[in-house]
């Protein structure tokens, strides 16, 4: 009996830790996406009554909608080439053997592994050794370095599941390795293709650490704006654009699992 309730109690106590981390790292996010409503621009509560025009003055921003395209630019292109980039590398991870594959393995995964910050840094100061200065090209290869490993870890999740009999009885019956892929491969791969460069948006898209290490000074992407933004004072509008991205964020992983499962239904 006191075992019973020893658990029953330990099982309480261990809801009502959870309930207090998730309730400390939401709570914020909430009050950022409720003030973005407020119609005084005094960001404290009570809130005055409920009003869009932080939003209208988001949209009439000029600058801030040149970091939202920039932004979108740099996520799309990054993701774009770190997907076509991560499908070769997984391909050849799992589907051959050869010299080094452990050592490819381990140096793709390290942008996991170290923090962003070092990260930054250590390309900054490798392509100034090399010549090559902070631009939206490096920005962008920056980017797309940090969204690989995870292009890679899901398209290969998907290799290991999938049996090679398929691609082999394409190969028996006539195809080439290139038709093989295209016909059979590819098909099956597409909803692990699809969430990797949902994903890769996503953390492109969100990115500030690494993004201050490379831009070239003149470009910003939201995260860099709102940070410039909070340096010089708390804006409603940073309020405005914060739940933008947060809604943004929310809903690039949503929509990538929504179309992965209809993709996987499909094959």
């Not at 973005?36 to 909608?65: C, T, V």
């Not at 050794?129 to 290969?156: C, D, E, K, N, W």
């Not at 791969?189 to 201050?212: H, R, Y």
């Not at 003149?218 to 995260?223: A, C, D, K, S, Y």
């Amino acid at each position: 009996m006191n075992t019973t309730l020893d658990s029953r109690l330990a099982f309480w106590l261990l809801g009502l830790c959870a309930l207090g981390v998730y309730m400390f790292q939401f709570a914020p996010i909430v009050v950022v996406m409720l003030l973005s409503f407020n119609s005084s621009r005094s960001g404290a509560f009570p809130m005055e009554g409920l009003s869009l025009q932080w939003y209208h003055k988001l949209f009439a921003n000029d600058s801030i909608l040149e970091a939202f395209q920039t932004s979108v630019i740099l996520a799309f292109g990054s993701s774009l080439i770190a997907t076509v980039l991560g499908v070769m590398a997984a391909i050849a991870l799992v589907r051959y053997s050869f010299k080094g594959k452990n050592a490819i393995s381990t140096l793709i995964s390290l942008p996991l592994l170290v923090p962003e910050v070092v990260l930054g840094v250590a390309l900054l100061i490798f392509l100034k050794y090399m010549g090559i200065y902070r631009s939206f090209g490096m920005l962008m290869l920056g980017h797309t370095v940090l969204a690989l490993p995870f292009v890679v870890l899901v398209v290969q999740a998907r290799l290991v599941g999938l049996r090679q009999n398929f691609e082999e009885a394409a190969l028996s019956l006539g195809a080439n390795r290139l038709q093989t892929f295209r016909e059979v491969t590819l098909p099956l791969i597409s909803p692990a293709i699809l969430g990797g460069f949902l994903f890769a948006v996503a953390i492109s898209f969100d990115n500030i650490t690494a993004t201050l290490f490379w831009k070239k000074p003149g470009i910003e992407t939201v995260p860099s704006k709102i940070f410039a933004m909070l340096r010089t004072s708390v804006s409603p509008e940073i309020n405005a654009l914060g739940t933008v991205m947060i809604v943004l964020t929310i809903l690039l992983p949503l929509i990538g699992g929504y179309a992965v499962r209809r993709l996987s239904r499909g094959r």
